[in-house]
C-alpha cells in the first residue's frame, strides 16, 4: 500500500465520512479481555458518572477523529475553501481532545478511555470507513468536486454529531463547570457546521437547472 493510499485510508476511516468511525475491531479474545478490565475499573463510578464518562470517551474519540482531518491535506484537497475548512476542523478537534484530557485529569470521575461501542457496531463503522476510504483513493477513487461535495457533507455529518453529543451531556452533567465547558465546546461546533452547509449550499449543490444553489 502506498503511503498516498494509506493516508487516504486513515482519513475517511476517521475523519468522519462513515459517521465518526471507530477503526479496528481486534480479536475477539482482546475484545473481551478489555471489556473485563473496564468493567473492572468502572465499578466504582456511579451509574450517572458512568454514563457521562462513556459520553466523555465518545466525545474524545471524536475529537481525535477531527484532529485528523489535516491528513486530507496530504491526499486530494484541490480548492482553498476546502483547505480552509479541513484546517479549521483539524484546530478544533485538537484543541477540543487536549481540553479533555485536561480534564480527565483534573476530574478524577471523568473517564475518556472507555469503549462503549458494542463489538458488531464498531465492525460495521469499520466497513464503512473502508468502503469510502477505497472510493476516493488515490488514482482509482474518485476526485473533483464530487470528492470535495462528500468530503464535506462528511464534515457536516461528524459536526453535528458531535454538537449534539455535547448538548446532550451537558443537559445530564451535574458538575458546573463541566456543564459550561460542554456548552461552550457546542457553539464552535455549530458554527464550523454552519460553515460546512454555506459552502455546500454555495458551490455543491444543485438546483434544477444545475447551477449552484444560492
Known sequence: MTNSLLR????FALVGLAGCATIGAGSKEES???AANEHTSTLQLSKERLMLSEGY?????????LDLAKLLLYV?????DLKKIVTDVAKFGGELKKDLERIAKDYPGVRIDLDPLPEIEKRKRTAISKGRALY???VV?????????????GYSNGLNHERHLCQVMAEAEPDAGLKKFLAESEKPNEGLNDGVMA???KEYFKDGSGKAEK
Open 8 to 11: 487516504t485510508v486513515l482519513t
Open 141 to 153: 477513487g474518485r476526485g473533483g468536486r464530487e470528492y470535495e461535495r462528500t468530503v464535506l457533507i
Open 57 to 65: 470517551s465518545l466525545l474524545y474519540m471524536d475529537a481525535a477523529n
Open 76 to 80: 486530494k484537497t484541490e480548492s482553498n
Open 32 to 34: 473481551i479481555s478489555k
Open 136 to 138: 476516493f483513493a488515490p
Open 199 to 201: 459552502l455546500l449550499g
